[in-house]
T-cell receptor, first 114, second 114 residues
Framework: EPEVTQTPSHQVTQMGQEVILRCVPI?????FYWYRQILGQKVEFLVS????????KSEIFDDQFSVERPDGSNFTLKIRSTKLEDSAMYFC????????????FGPGTRLTVL | GDSVTQMEGPVTLSEEAFLTINCTYT??????LFWYVQYPGEGLQLLLK?????DKGSNKGFEATYRKETTSFHLEKGSVQVSDSAVYFC?????????????FGSGTRLQVQP
């Protein structure tokens, strides 16, 4: 069964460093998403991506964040200068085109900023 | 804005007990409603969904009915098993605006004891 994969499973970084979180969505999916979950809090939407551009983003997704689909298979989330409050579990998801269809989630990357 | 409220966890039950996890929502448009489940060490998986009022979603013995009059989507199962131990997330997306971002509740941890 096809699945969304994410690497690494755990990333530790120093405050102010750049990090790139990687995702491989399901191959025939067209929409891609990043969500995050700070420990003990809700899963929050960050951004959606379609046809090589951002289609939706939340207030959390500020200039420190960027997304890219560099090679037709990977989907990346970059945080330019990490802050302590960026420590969270980051989930990638993908879906077919129709609105309201199931979003398939990856297992997540735990980011720890020291 | 849109929001989802779930009952606090953890919920601890004995095997074969009846399960209810409450979920209520507020929405700016017409929502589609979802229950996702997260097993330990895994990503979020869609458990069931309902896209219009009075629809009942069901899967693996779990059910939830979309109640527009009470803005609720409570999750139920008649007889839980140890393997149902997981975190359950209620979520919505506003389909009539074409938005795709999921808005999640805070999650409810279910522990089923043998």
């Amino acid at each position: 069964e096809p699945e969304v994969t994410q690497t690494p499973s755990h990333q530790v970084t120093q405050m102010g460093q750049e990090v790139i979180l990687r995702c491989v969505p399901i191959s025939n999916h067209l929409y891609f998403y990043w969500y995050r979950q700070i420990l003990g809090q809700k899963v929050e939407f960050l951004v959606s991506f379609y046809n090589n551009e951002i289609s939706e983003k939340s207030e959390i997704f500020d200039d420190q964040f960027s997304v890219e689909r560099p090679d037709g298979s990977n989907f990346t989330l970059k945080i330019r200068s990490t802050k302590l409050e960026d420590s969270a579990m980051y989930f990638c998801a993908s879906t077919m085109e129709d609105v309201g269809t199931e979003q398939f989630f990856g297992p997540g990357t735990r980011l720890t900023v020291l | 804005g849109d929001s989802v409220t779930q009952m606090e966890g953890p919920v601890t039950l004995s095997e074969e007990a009846f399960l209810t996890i409450n979920c209520t929502y507020t929405a700016t448009g017409y929502p589609s409603l979802f229950w996702y489940v997260q097993y330990p060490g895994e990503g979020l998986q869609l458990l069931l969904k309902a896209t219009k009022a009075d629809d009942k979603g069901s899967n693996k013995g779990f059910e939830a009915t979309y109640r527009k009059e009470t803005t609720s989507f409570h999750l139920e199962k008649g007889s839980v098993q140890v393997s149902d131990s997981a975190v359950y997330f209620c979520a919505l997306t506003i389909t009539d605006t074409g938005r795709r971002a999921l808005t999640f509740g805070s999650g409810t941890r279910l522990q089923v004891q043998p």
